[in-house]
């Protein structure tokens, strides 16, 4: 039962404690979604005691943190700004501080990105503060069947958000210059398209969803090169364009992820040839994902077959080029997280959710990257992305 909020201060517990101390809101604090349960905007209090989570809120939040939040306790925070506040002390750090010496706690561990600014008074206030040595929640890499859920959900909105940006490629021409031409309609009229309005379309359709889309990556060309290249030039025909979706569902806070490589009209023999050889270590890695693999062997499979097709990877001139980003990543309540597929050894554990997504990288000819979003299982992996992947759009 989470306690009644009211001016009292809680009784004091007899011994010394160790305590777990988050301050920061859960709109953007994965951990803090995580150990809540809700979101809000506005950083609050959360303790561990004795393996309890408790909420300390404004009476903004409280009511809803009652109803809504995960927390086996929750407390009204104002009698604990009060007793700091005659203390000469105020602030988030001043309030946490109070209710924790109420509980005669005096050891606190705190995340690695805790404020160092709070660190410093808590210490000053007599506490011993130390960062947790790793993630706050190891636990979150491994997914719910309900979190899982929440991300199908995350990844068929992105995968019906690609398909949007497929039948608007089919609907432009080419004009004479190669440059794509927009659907002419009554409200718009001929022009030629850029890597903005297909990225109007992806996020468009992605927020009627209720999906908060960012930095959506629609790059062509040489700009597709750079694999974190958003794309702002010209859409043209007959060279691969990089389309990268990442939403967040608002409603639950988890995310989708998925790549396309397209091209409009028809490829030449030397891209044919780069796509083929994505998908064929894209293929590479599905094969191998399942409980107990080690990340840093699939990711060395799908190099070893990239050389062996001639793609070397190295710095040339300069920049580098070839496949120099890792294999996969973790994707729950942060769109990077644990676990990595990448060149480090990490054993990938059943009901993890990774990213499949090699890519190749030449500013000859710019990039190709195709990326499915998997739960790893006992003897393989789910694939959540379910979507065909094709080269040419005519």
């Known amino acids: 039962m989470k306690s009644k909020t009211s001016g009292k201060t809680p009784d004091r517990i007899s011994t010394m404690t160790t305590a777990l101390l988050m301050i920061a809101d859960s709109e953007h604090d994965a951990d803090m979604l995580y150990v809540a349960g809700m979101f809000v905007p506005d950083p609050f209090i959360a303790i561990q005691l004795d393996g309890q989570w408790q909420g300390l809120f404004s009476p903004l939040e409280v009511g809803r943190a009652q109803k809504q939040s995960k927390f086996k306790q929750v407390h009204l925070d104002s009698p604990w700004h009060a007793e700091a506040a005659n203390a000469g002390r105020q602030g988030l750090a001043a309030a946490a501080a109070s209710f924790l010496h109420a509980k005669n706690v ?62 608007y490629l089919a609907n432009c021409s080419i004009g004479n210059d190669g440059i794509l031409q927009a659907p002419v309609t009554a409200e718009t009229p001929k022009k030629r398209v850029k890597s903005d309005d297909i990225r109007k379309v992806i996020e468009t359709f992605l927020i009627g969803k209720g999906a908060m889309p960012a930095h959506t990556i629609v790059a062509c060309g040489k700009e597709a090169s750079d694999p974190h290249n958003i794309g702002r030039g010209y859409i043209r025909a007959g060279q691969p364009i990089i389309i990268d979706i990442f939403p967040r569902v608002l409603s639950t806070g988890y995310w989708g992820d998925m790549t396309r490589t397209y091209v409009k009209g028809k490829a030449d023999r030397d891209i044919k040839k780069l796509y083929r050889a994505v998908r064929e270590g894209q293929d590479i890695g599905l094969s191998m994902i399942c409980d107990g693999a080690n990340g840093e ?29 890792g294999t996969g990543h973790g994707v729950g309540l942060e769109i990077h997280e644990r676990p990595r597929i990448s060149t480090r050894p990490e054993i990938l554990k059943n009901s993890q959710v990774v990213t499949v997504e090699p890519g190749l990288y030449y500013p000859s000819m710019g990039g190709v990257r195709l990326e499915d979003m998997v739960v790893v299982r006992s003897k393989g992996c789910e694939n959540l992305t379910r979507h065909p992947r094709r080269l040419e759009i005519e």
């Open 106 to 167: 005096r050891s606190i561990g705190v995340p690695g990105h805790f404020p160092i600014a709070y660190a410093e008074q808590l210490r000053l206030w007599g506490f011993e503060v130390h960062a947790i040595d790793g993630p706050m929640f190891p636990e979150r890499a491994i997914k719910t069947e309900w979190e899982i859920k929440c991300l199908a959900r995350a990844e068929r909105l992105t995968r019906q958000s690609m398909q949007q940006a497929e039948k």
């Open 297 to 325: 062997s699939i990711h060395h499979s799908i190099l070893e077959h990239f050389d062996a097709q001639g793609f070397s990877t190295g710095i040339k001139n300069g920049k580098q080029q070839g496949f120099f980003h």
